[in-house]
T-cell receptor
Framework: SQKIEQNSEALNIQEGKTATLTCNYTNYSPAYLQWYRQDPGRGPVFLLLIRENEKEKRKERLKVTFDTTLKQSLFHITASQPADSATYLCALRNTGGFKTIFGAGTRLFVKA | DTGVSQDPRHKITKRGQNVTFRCDPISEHNRLYWYRQTLGQGPEFLTYFQNEAQLEKSRLLSDRFSAERPKGSFSTLEIQRTEQGDSAMYLC???????????????FGPGTRLTVL
């Protein structure tokens, strides 16, 4: 069955460092891979999307890579800040498909 | 505020009762999704609408669950004969289906937290 794996353990880093979160998937060939941020008690907020034919995408302090051979995406936050503390969700969708599958998310804590 | 609203924000009900949730998407978005999220998990897909047509339903959506989107605007999700296992956050999201716009970004509402006693 289709499966998305994200680091289940929380990631603790010091302010100013780069946070790297991992998303691995199996039994899936996504056309799009997305990253969302979710704060406690709130709905997810879209951050970045990368297509299957793209290797890397950047937006301000965020960078996403997508390796369809390894079936893995890495999500980087550079110069991290305490305000970046949240849960980050990886999500996959097929071309022409309606269903988006989400991972369980990785909780990030950035200490001042 | 993403522009997607959900009502109510919280609902406490007794087992066996019926509940209905409402979602108002961003007005120009023709795609609408319902998800269920439990603690420590990501959102779980329930159903998808394109305009007023319900195009996909998860196997998770048992016959006690029904969703509608009359006139392709707001949507409702009804759970009949609620069970304690239905306790979760129910999220609605909308998406612009017009190519050239931010096509794939889903805008989520704040969710409705359901507690079944």
């Amino acid at each position: 069955s289709q499966k998305i794996e994200q680091n289940s353990e929380a990631l603790n880093i010091q302010e100013g460092k780069t946070a790297t979160l991992t998303c691995n998937y199996t039994n899936y060939s996504p056309a799009y891979l997305q990253w969302y941020r979710q704060d406690p008690g709130r709905g997810p907020v879209f951050l970045l999307l990368i297509r299957e034919n793209e290797k890397e995408k950047r937006k301000e302090r965020l960078k996403v890579t997508f390796d369809t051979t390894l079936k893995q995406s890495l999500f980087h936050i550079t110069a991290s800040q305490p305000a970046d503390s949240a849960t980050y969700l990886c999500a996959l969708r097929n071309t022409g498909g309606f269903k988006t599958i989400f991972g369980a998310g990785t909780r990030l804590f950035v200490k001042a | 505020d993403t522009g997607v609203s959900q009502d109510p924000r919280h609902k406490i009900t007794k087992r066996g009762q019926n509940v209905t949730f409402r979602c108002d998407p961003i007005s120009e978005h023709n795609r609408l999704y319902w998800y269920r999220q439990t603690l420590g998990q990501g959102p779980e897909f329930l159903t998808y609408f394109q305009n007023e047509a319900q195009l996909e339903k998860s196997r998770l959506l048992s016959d006690r669950f029904s969703a509608e989107r009359p006139k392709g605007s707001f949507s409702t999700l009804e759970i009949q004969r609620t069970e304690q296992g239905d306790s979760a956050m129910y999220l609605c999201a909308s998406r612009n289906g017009v190519s050239g716009k931010p096509y794939n970004e889903q805008f989520f509402g704040p969710g409705t937290r359901l507690t079944v006693l």
